[in-house]
């Protein structure tokens, strides 16, 4: 640490102060919250959303880490136990589709390697990635403790998984069966629902003649699975064939066919009555469910037509489709094909269309009543916690979006058919387990596979022997399940499992419940409500107090980033040209909670500016600070500095205001506000005013040097590289005093400023609406800044007495050469004189023009400036009478024309209106 206080170098240069201060921040271990200074007793503490092991880092990141970093520096400097504790994500999915890429690119396939040897490559590429992630969170400056760095895949994260499977397992909460999922068949696995996108795309909408009545479809291959047509009960059409059942034959044999009636189906939508296809469609499905419909599975995993599917067998669904429509034309079973645009389902990962079929597959019962919590269900705890208050969703209109959610849960399927991933830790016995065979109707849940099942183990450990039949001679007797959990699994523990759960330790204790949980709105579904219905069960409690959710980044036209667009901003492209400082900026001012925040290169270079402005203010602080008073408790900032003008009483009046405005803001997770409330008066009250009068008054040095050091703190958050590196040159005492852990400010409690506050506020604003109005003077007559000018003001009482006392300043703020305070005839004089007035806060005032305006030279100028606008009205009129430009031109060049014409019309009025008051 430098022991020079009394400079700072002339410029500041992020390129050559960042790294070397994270660098110091991190060895000096104050990121983990053991080692902070002082008795803490309160804690704050954070997870970091983990990104994706192998992912680099974008705009969205770059969100989430200022964000969090700003709450956690904050909670530090106010005295708690700040843990910020980071990870990343195995990325189940998304790892093995990029690893399967980078095997075709050499002409290989996963089957190639095999099991063991594909997870090896895939371990192998996460090693060579994950460094890559980590360099760019500590770009960004994040202050978390990477002493916890947590991973979702290493080994106590495992054993976390294995034993949250295991308690709801046995709970029967989990369960083994055959239900409707989403497939991808290109990943060859489920799809969980909010793992399904969907595409608008052109399609077809086939009516087919189907027995009594016609059904609208856009999927015809589907129908040869059909077990049941439904309606709405309400359509007086179809009333008498409700419960009715007849036969169809689409070329492959009869099918029977039942009339159901259900609310779900639109009597508007094709003719009103759909086909039900209960292995190829979840609304299907849940309404076989109820009906205890049979279901015919005539689309495999591989996403070709099944046995079932007779002559089409065989054929991928789109060809089938092609295939069967040509043989219903000619048995004359079409009735007619309208065009029409539907939305496609389609994997998150890979885009390839998203086949529902049933599956025999591993689900979460989220309607299970559990007997160790009252008997409620999952979905009844998560619900639970959120409308009681405990979870606090900001903002509160994403809580009706979970309600709505959670209230319509399916039983979660967590099955993945991938080769990385927690493996599902379930072994099955060779000698005595026989699974159960799918059910012939939906909704048989005695087809479910759940604890107790003979030769069906679920173990934290892997098992040696079946505890049904006691077999232990081989261990090959054993074999373990093949498919791996969904990701959203180990994810939904990350509050508890980073914590030392599931033993009971001092991090458990006094960490959890976390107090907020930061992240983007649009994995509200994915990820908070998995970790609200994981927490609950596991711990019973909640898994953060309040949910802060963020929006989208978008460009300046409000348009979502894109490679094609060419509108991406690479976080780590614009820190290295204008400071990390500038981007955490732009990402924090505009931005409010559950909306979308709009950037550009321009918004950041404006607080590059904005940086390198506080920077300066410091600096001339700095070099105006008494070298005789450097030792004193005041200008330490370890005592409130005295007043001694109405100047030193306005600002520690704004100035404590600012610090009440900021803390309660961050406390109350608004963060744009605190950041516009410290640029306006960082800018504005201190540079443009303060800084000003105390050219004036002079020996300022304790106001200076406590109002420096406490805009230091309250930026620290917000801009945390540029302040540390001014502190450790101004202020540090030695190469361990941070600006990381100085203590947050707070206002003075002494009592006479607290009572001066709303009084020297109310003054000095007097005195600057009235430098205020003499600068409006000097601008609208266009006095060069460099000019002096004589002023005289008629006011009275209290006001004069004011005026005077400030005379100096008002003289120097305003490049005043005369200040007089006069009565209202002596300024009636001053006025039928060369003057401009003007009159404000009762205040009448006079500026004299003498020597100040050269009218002469102004007239000229305002001459030519009309000359040349009459000029350009005449090109533009002639433009607009040509029949040739009229005619061909587009309209809206036309009426761009007229606009300029009417701008430039305008204009000339007002140049002629100056020109006239010059006489």
């Not at 095997?103 to 594909?118: C, Q, S």
């Not at 001339?620 to 109405?646: R, V």
């Not at 040509?882 to 009426?895: G, H, R």
Request: charged share 30%; glycine share 6%.
């Amino acid at each position: 640490m430098s022991a020079n206080h009394n400079e700072l170098p002339k410029a500041y240069n992020p390129k050559g102060v960042e790294d070397r201060i994270y660098e110091a921040w991190e060895k000096s271990g104050l990121f983990n919250p053991d080692n902070l200074p002082g008795e803490r007793t309160e804690s704050f503490c954070i997870m970091m959303p983990p990104p994706n092991a192998t992912g680099t880092l974008h705009i969205g990141h770059a969100m989430f880490l200022t964000l969090e970093d700003m709450m956690t520096r904050f909670h530090r400097m106010r005295g708690r136990a700040a843990l910020w504790l980071p990870g990343t994500d195995h990325a189940a999915i998304a790892t093995n589709t990029k690893v399967e890429k980078l095997l075709a690119a050499e002409g290989r396939t996963k089957y190639d390697l095999g099991r063991e040897g594909f997870i090896k490559r895939v371990e192998e590429y996460i090693e060579g990635s994950r460094g890559t992630i980590r360099k760019q969170i500590r770009k960004m400056g994040s202050s978390c403790d990477w002493s916890r760095e947590a991973y979702t895949f290493d080994e106590q994260r495992n054993r976390v998984v294995r034993e949250m499977f295991v308690r709801l397992f046995n709970d029967g909460l989990i369960y083994r069966g055959y239900r409707i999922v989403n497939w991808c068949p290109r990943c060859e696995s489920t799809l969980a629902d909010d793992e399904v996108e969907y595409r608008e795309e052109p399609a077809k909408l086939y009516y087919m003649k189907y027995g009594p009545f016609v059904v609208a479809t856009t999927r015809p291959e589907t129908k040869l699975g059909d077990t049941a047509v439904a309606v709405n009960p309400n359509d007086e059409r179809y009333q008498a064939q409700i419960g009715q059942t007849f036969e169809v034959n689409f070329g492959i044999g009869p099918q029977q066919i039942r009339v159901i009636a259900d609310e779900e189906v639109d009597r508007e939508f094709g003719t009103g009555v759909v086909g039900i296809t209960p292995a190829h469609s979840a609304v299907d499905f849940a309404m076989a469910e109820k009906n205890k419909l049979p279901m015919k599975k005539v689309i495999g995993e591989d996403g070709k037509m099944t046995a079932l599917a007779g002559k089409y067998a065989g054929f991928v669904a789109v060809e089938a489709r092609k295939k069967f429509v040509a043989d219903l034309q000619k048995l004359g079973l079409i009735e007619k094909i309208e065009d029409l645009t539907h939305k496609l389902s389609i994997c998150y990962r890979c885009s390839t269309p998203v086949e529902p079929l049933t599956s025999r597959q591993w689900f979460v019962d989220v309607n299970r009543s559990i007997a160790t919590r009252d008997g409620q269900t999952l979905k009844q705890l998560s619900l639970e916690v959120v409308r009681d208050g405990r979870i606090k969703i900001l903002p509160e209109r994403f809580e009706k979006v979970y309600y709505n959610w959670m209230e319509n849960l399916r039983d979660w399927c967590i099955s993945r058919q991938i080769w990385f991933g927690h493996r599902i830790p379930v072994w099955y016995c060779q000698s005595c387990y026989v699974g159960n065979d799918a059910p012939e109707r939906v909704g048989d849940s005695s087809s479910y596979e759940r604890a107790g099942q003979p030769g069906l183990i679920a173990s934290v450990e892997t098992p040696t022997k079946c505890p049904t039949c006691g077999r232990d001679e081989n261990i090959g007797d054993l074999s373990q399940d093949t498919d791996t959990l969904d990701t959203w699994f180990s994810s939904g523990t990350w509050t508890f499992s980073t914590l030392g759960w599931p033993d009971q330790t001092a991090d458990l204790k006094k960490f959890h419940p976390t107090q907020c949980l930061e992240t983007g709105y649009d994995i509200l579904f994915f990820w908070i409500a998995r970790m609200i219905l994981m927490t609950t069960y596991a711990v019973g409690e909640v898994p953060f107090e309040t949910v802060y959710l963020h929006g989208l980044v978008r460009d300046e036209q409000g348009r979502k980033m894109s490679k094609s667009l060419e509108n991406i901003i690479d976080p780590l492209d614009v820190a290295e040209k204008y400071g990390t400082d500038a981007v955490r900026l732009s990402l924090i001012i505009g931005n409010t909670a559950g909306n979308d925040l709009k950037m550009s290169e321009e918004k950041i270079e404006y607080y590059r500016n904005f940086a390198n402005k506080l920077w300066n203010i410091s600096r001339f602080i700095l070099l105006n600070l008494d070298s005789d008073k450097a030792g004193s408790e005041a200008t330490k900032g370890t005592k409130f500095p005295k007043s001694k003008t109405l100047a030193d009483k306005w600002i520690l009046s704004r100035l404590a205001t600012v610090i009440e405005s900021v803390t309660l803001d961050i406390e109350s997770y608004n963060f744009s506000r605190p950041g516009e409330t410290l640029r306006e008066f960082t800018w504005n009250e201190l540079a443009d005013w303060y800084l000003e009068i105390a050219k004036v008054e002079g020996d300022k040095s304790e106001m200076l040097s406590y109002i420096l050091r406490t805009i230091l703190k309250l930026w620290h958050p917000f801009m945390p590289f540029v302040t540390e590196e001014i502190w450790r040159l101004a202020f540090a005492e030695n190469e361990n005093d941070f600006l990381l852990v100085a203590e947050w400010p707070e206002p003075s409690k002494e009592a006479d400023v607290l009572e001066d506050r709303q009084i020297a506020e109310e003054k000095f604003n007097k005195i600057r609406e009235v430098v205020i109005a003499v600068r409006n003077i000097r601008s609208e007559k266009k006095i060069e800044p460099a000019k002096k000018i004589d002023s005289i003001f008629s006011c009275h009482g209290n006001f004069s007495e004011l005026m005077l006392d400030q005379a100096e300043i008002i003289k120097h703020l305003t490049r005043s050469l005369d200040f007089k305070i006069s009565a209202d005839d002596e300024l009636a004089r001053v006025v039928s004189n060369s003057s401009s007035t003007t009159t404000t806060s009762g205040v009448s005032i006079a500026v004299s023009l003498d020597g100040a305006v050269d009218f002469d030279q102004q007239k000229l100028k305002l001459q030519k400036d009309l000359s040349e606008a009459n000029k350009y009205i005449g090109t533009l009129q002639g433009k607009l009478s040509n029949d040739d430009f009229i005619t061909k031109a587009p309209s809206q060049v036309i009426e761009a024309e007229k606009k300029k014409l009417a701008e430039a019309e305008d204009r000339s009025a007002k140049l002629e209106e100056q020109l006239k008051a010059l006489g």
